[in-house]
């Protein structure tokens, strides 16, 4: 007998999936609510070609629909508090400011410019690797998942590199509070969290200013002065641009060691043919996505997998199930690095399609390969630990024994 809806929905969102990952609820609900209209509105989209549909569709855009999707009783207002400068970037804008916001950093994650940096990505890369060879055993996450991109993040923004590391937790606590489960003390810290955030940056795009580099923030310190960003603008562009960098690219690299590990063929695979590079990315994007939901809002009536929507109402897309239905994807369960003609929704789509993808995948391309032909004995040393939520979905601790 089929669940009920909302007892599929909650499944989906609001559990803790661990290591297995929310694909058997996403599977559930897909092949029993593929579009559900919760009795809040929110419709929830799981086929691939209806994701796709609404995250391309302009009738569809950005405003709050990323304030618990109906499934809490936390308070609006602190809702609204959480992330206020954040929510002034071109993240939740539409246009014409989307473009305004978005075109200002464009240019330096085109694939062209990507490539620039591909020289020093390696080094660093080599570097880490160095590390993780020294040691008996060595956690993925903590020395090299996540400071590879938060230094190169870092490094094209001109964070200075001591105080990355004390940026990036509050980054974490930031991006909490879009988990659907997200609770009160969620919100509560991730006020705090921007609050110290917006503090840092607002004194380091004041340095530029002053004393502009050759960088993305000197870039937005100009622009400022040229009345193109207000300064919540120029400060919440500056933090997404730092969290975005690393967030998704540490899950990305996470979760691909993950998978690989538990795959020991495919890591062979790999090992033996490191020119799969770029397709083993797109199918670890796939596979375990860093980024599980996008949701959109309504501004247009329109009509979404034949429901008739109108202004206002929010579209949740979950792109986890999405990336692995089985009409755009033969066998989605299965991870084959050898898979072509992959397009996960893992970045997104439309003109919210995530700026910094190109830069995530050239990580992804140039480690993976890397990582495998320099360990060809990893293996796990204990369990993964994953961290809790459903949307940012990556692990906090990934021990490994590299010898």
Partial sequence: MTAPPRELLLAALLADHGQAGPYDAFRR????????????????LSRYDDCAAALRDRRLGKVDESLGFGLTDIPEELQRQAMHRFRRTMLFRNPPDHQRLRRLVADVFTPHHVQDLRARIVLQIDRLLDGIADKPVADIIAELALPLPVNVIGDLLGVPAEARSAAAPLVRALVASLEPSANTADLTRACEAEDQLAQYFSELIAAKRADPSDDLLSRLAAARGDDTLDDDECVG????????GFETTT??????????LSHPDQM?????RPD?????????????APVQTNGRTVLEATRLA?????????????????NRDPDRFPNPDVLDITRTGTVPLSFGAGIHFCLGAPLARLE???LFPRLVSRFPRLTLASEPIWRTGMSFRGLSSLKVVSR
């Fill in 276 to 288: 799969l590079a770029a397709t083993a990315v797109d199918e670890l994007l796939r596979y375990d």
């Fill in 237 to 244: 562009t500056a933090i997404l641009l730092f969290a975005a």
């Fill in 364 to 366: 992804g391309i140039e």
């Fill in 268 to 272: 062979a695979l790999l090992r033996q």
């Fill in 29 to 44: 609900l897909r092949e029993a609510h593929p579009a559900l209209l919760t009795q809040s509105g929110v419709l929830v």
């Fill in 251 to 260: 899950n990305l690299i996470g979760n691909g060691v993950a998978a690989l």
């Fill in 306 to 322: 034949g429901i008739d929507l109108r202004p206002g109402q929010v579209v949740l897309t979950l792109l986890g199930a999405a």
